[in-house]
């Protein structure tokens, strides 16, 4: 590592209560994006940094890293990936002035999120803001067992960028602001894998075995609580100036989806059956690896967080209703209606990030099971 470089690092993380300057970043992203060129030292440059006593210094450390992580070559959190103890932050305290203990809060849920970035590429060998989206991406051609190791650690990872928790009152200084931007690109590329591993999901739910269900319900439940926290985190972001036309409109799926869901895997357990399917998933290693093998590999290529080639889709749940005739006279009904099917619609409309959910309702047939799951895709008019 050249004297410039050191030189570029350090004027990165000066005392100056400001974000670190654009030339100096630039500088940083073509060093590492170089063939050949450590990234270990300089790592080794910012993790000092990190160990400060000021909160400007530590700020601006981790924002450098952070910057460096999203546009810097994957060699660069790769070699993070391999240092756990590199966001050590979870102690770190300021209290020489009233800002400085305002923002060692955000430094330390700041580091934990990087951490939790780190780790996640760690446990599956990739970024997955980066990976390929779509119907042919990586996380829509994941099977089950994938699924229900890959959705977790997004979740995690989610979690801890969401638990940032500023308002935009806090967004005070330039450096926290930066953070900010960072972090509102990371949500918007996290929850648009996030959705399409949900969508993958309920593709699958109908043909799973019951503890799958289970625990594919768990995961459901969660998204939609996190999607609930990504529209406040969102909120914030409109009121700091980001573009409105940047900021996606999510729409909370119907409850009736959910419970739809929950009356499955009742069902399964009052018949303690389980649909076909392959061999249950196993658990990660001790070493903490989720895959031996499969569509996760290092990816090569950013992919923006709009991909012009997103093509519409729409994946329908077709649900027989449970309402029997007894019930139906019960509820003061003249006759017994033939049974009806209800379609769940869930739409990506060139935003992936974007879930819009209605409820189709269509006359037809009593279907031969209890309920099952229409895997053709249908194109959205």
């Not at 910057?67 to 660069?76: D, T, Y």
């Not at 305290?93 to 203990?101: F, G, K, M, R």
């Not at 070493?287 to 994946?315: E, I, N």
Request: charged share 20%; hydrophobic share 40%; net charge positive.
């Amino acid at each position: 590592m050249g004297s410039s470089t050191s030189k570029a690092a350090l004027q990165a993380t000066t005392k100056e209560p400001r974000e670190p300057k654009p030339k100096h970043l630039a500088y940083l992203i073509q060093y590492i994006n170089e063939t050949n060129m450590s990234v270990q030292h300089l790592a080794d440059v910012l993790y000092k940094k990190t160990r400060s006593s000021n909160w400007v210094v530590v700020f601006k450390a981790l924002v450098t890293v952070h910057h460096l992580m999203v546009h810097g070559n994957e060699r660069f959190i790769q070699h993070l990936a391999s240092r756990p103890s590199f966001f050590t932050l979870h102690s770190f305290l300021d209290i020489s002035i009233i800002e400085a203990y305002t923002m060692s809060a955000f430094i330390r849920r700041y580091s934990r999120y990087l951490n939790e970035k780190s780790l996640a590429y760690r446990l599956m060998a990739s970024d997955v803001t980066k990976s390929k989206r779509g119907r042919d991406g990586v996380i829509r051609a994941m099977s089950t067992e994938q699924l229900l190791n890959t959705l977790p650690v997004i979740q995690t990872q989610l979690d801890a960028l969401l638990n940032f928790n500023a308002n935009p009152d806090e967004l005070t200084n330039g450096i926290i602001r930066a953070a900010f931007m960072l972090l509102f690109r990371d949500a918007l590329r996290l929850f648009a894998a996030y959705n399409e591993g949900i969508l993958n999901l309920l593709d699958k739910f109908f043909d799973m075995r019951k503890n799958e269900c289970k625990e594919s319900l768990g995961i459901y439940i969660n998204f939609l609580e996190k999607t609930t926290k990504l529209t406040q985190f969102l909120r914030v972001a409109e009121q700091v100036g980001i573009d409105q036309s940047n900021i996606p409109n999510l729409i909370q799926p119907p409850r009736s989806l959910l419970e739809a869901l929950k009356q499955h895997l009742a069902s399964l357990e009052e018949k303690n059956i389980s649909p076909p399917c392959s061999m249950y998933r196993s658990k990660p290693s001790a070493q903490g690896k989720l895959f031996r093998s499969g569509p996760f590999k290092a990816a090569h290529h950013t992919c923006s967080w709009l991909p012009s080639l997103w093509h519409r889709y729409v994946d329908c749940a077709r649900v027989k209703s449970k309402t029997t005739v007894a019930e139906r006279e019960r509820a003061g009904e003249a006759q017994a209606q033939p049974g009806s099917t209800q379609c769940w619609t869930l739409e990506a409309r060139k935003q992936p990030h974007v879930v819009q959910i209605k409820q189709l309702q269509e006359a037809g047939p009593d279907l031969a099971s209890t309920k099952r799951f229409v895997k053709e895709p249908v194109l959205a008019t």
